[in-house]
């Protein structure tokens, strides 16, 4: 073959990895598997390329132009590149909306079962408050025979610093429970969603009984929903891996337990970071006379919005959920 002939059946390709080259370059942290595994397949036919090009036409400007390429192929699929952000960024606006998306069955099964649990405890409470009360230690059923709730006791006895650090490791260890419970068939993650609905109808049932309901709902309306959210999403996830071990489909259960733990504890790490502003919400904002209820639900809701946009991600493409 005479070099002509050469760049008239070649040239095209070497246009294309160029191309193909300088577009991975402004895109390195979006490109596909499928992308990658095609540009590398065309650096091997540079490489080929070059060594028949520098063996029979050296010092032409072919052979300038694949050494070239085959020193930038090369300085871009083999060089050391921190991919810190980019995993950071991967796992808030693609992995964890994609494990949220599919935990869509499990979250049903557990609003569901909370809500349930929720109107028995408040209906127990409100036909057998002796019972109810039980649930409760004798100092916060005085506070409440003083029209008082006995968070504010809580409130004023212990500095908001302090409230909000022991605040946020009670609730994240709730929601590990939830989902580490997932592993006992999802008993303990169910467990873990019936007993808080049941408490929480309980004591709206008892603060109702003493005309104090009310003050309870504003106490939890800046921090309730999201924290409700949190443990209820958690719990799910956990109830997805004791789906996978009861299940286990076509797969062996150890692989399927794998890959539902896996997906799991990416539901777990996208929602253990909220707990810490909660946990500042409700030992400041909660617990605040000075503000209204008003503002102390608008403060919920839009806690509870900004968790569900991040969760779901609506620009997530329909493709990748």
């Not at 032409?60 to 090369?74: F, H, I, K, P, Y």
């Not at 960024?89 to 069955?105: Q, V």
């Not at 109702?208 to 504003?218: D, G, I, K, V």
């Not at 799991?264 to 946990?279: E, Q």
Request: glycine fraction near 6%; charge should be neutral.
């Amino acid at each position: 073959m005479n070099y002509a002939a050469l760049l008239e059946l070649r040239e095209p390709a070497w246009r294309e990895f160029d191309a193909r080259l300088l577009e991975a370059r402004r895109r390195s942290h979006r490109l596909e598997y499928r992308e990658l595994e095609d540009l590398a397949l065309a650096y091997r036919q540079i490489l080929q390329d070059h060594a028949l090009v520098s063996s029979r036409f050296p010092a032409t400007a072919a052979a300038q132009r694949l050494s070239r390429l085959v020193l930038e192929g090369t300085r871009w699929l083999y060089e050391t590149r921190d991919e810190t952000p980019h995993r950071f960024r991967d796992f808030w606006t693609r992995r964890f909306p994609e494990a949220f998306r599919r935990l869509a069955p499990n979250l049903f099964v557990t609003v569901s079962l909370f809500g349930l649990a929720a109107v028995f405890g408040l209906f127990l409470a409100l036909e057998q408050t002796a019972l109810a009360t039980s649930l409760l230690p004798r100092g916060a059923i005085e506070d409440l025979e003083r029209g008082h709730l006995w968070t504010e006791s809580l409130v004023r006895t212990v500095p908001p610093s302090v409230s909000s650090s022991g605040i946020a490791t009670n609730n994240i260890s709730v929601a590990i429970v939830g989902w580490a419970g997932g592993a006992l068939a999802g008993l303990g993650s169910l467990y873990i969603v019936l007993m808080n609905g049941f408490l929480l109808g309980a004591l709206v049932g008892v603060t109702a009984h003493y005309s104090l309901a009310p003050r309870l709902l504003e106490f939890v309306a800046a921090h309730g929903i999201l924290e409700i959210t949190l443990i209820l999403v958690t719990a799910a996830a956990g109830l997805k891996m004791g789906q996978a071990l009861v299940e286990g489909g076509d797969r062996p259960r150890r692989e399927a337990m794998r890959d539902a733990a896996r997906e799991s504890l990416t539901v777990l790490g996208g929602c253990a970071p909220w707990f810490v502003p909660l946990a500042i919400v409700e030992s400041l904002v909660s617990p605040s006379p000075a503000l209204p209820f008003a503002v102390k639900l608008a403060a919920g809701l839009t806690l509870e919005a900004l968790f569900l946009f991040v969760a779901w991600n609506p620009f997530l493409r329909r493709s990748e959920a």
